[in-house]
């Protein structure tokens, strides 16, 4: 199983960093949920994001740096239909390019940040 989660997190890196117009992995179904926006990114203190749901729900988001090391996991978070901003401090972190992971009953999405 790590090894497939490594497999994975280094094949998204790939396609990431690999091309200039990758910008997104997404599996999820758009219209229940989805992260809009990351900012600022690059980052040095915290991050900001903007996450639509369509319900209730509840989402956990995970920082997973390059060799697929899960970094920090946040407590999970209530979400309540529409558009909500979320702040994820990152200062104890070093600088690097990094996944944000965000889980919401099973449906994923990762979008990259950089850190400062």
Do not use: C, H
Request: aromatic content about 12%; proline content about 3%.
């Amino acid at each position: 199983m790590r090894k497939t989660l490594l497999y994975l997190t280094f094949s998204m890196f790939l396609l990431l960093f690999g091309s200039a117009g990758a910008q997104e992995i997404s599996i999820v179904d758009k219209e229940d949920y989805q992260i809009d926006k990351i900012y600022p990114n690059p980052a040095a203190d915290f991050v900001f994001v903007d996450i639509f749901s369509k319900n209730y729900a509840v989402v956990q988001f995970e920082l997973i740096d390059i060799l697929g090391n899960t970094i920090k996991k946040w407590d999970k978070m209530e979400l309540t239909p529409g558009t909500q901003k979320i702040r994820l401090e990152l200062q104890r972190f070093n600088a690097g390019f990094y996944l944000l992971k965000a889980n919401m009953d099973g449906q994923v999405a990762i979008k990259r940040i950089r850190k400062l």
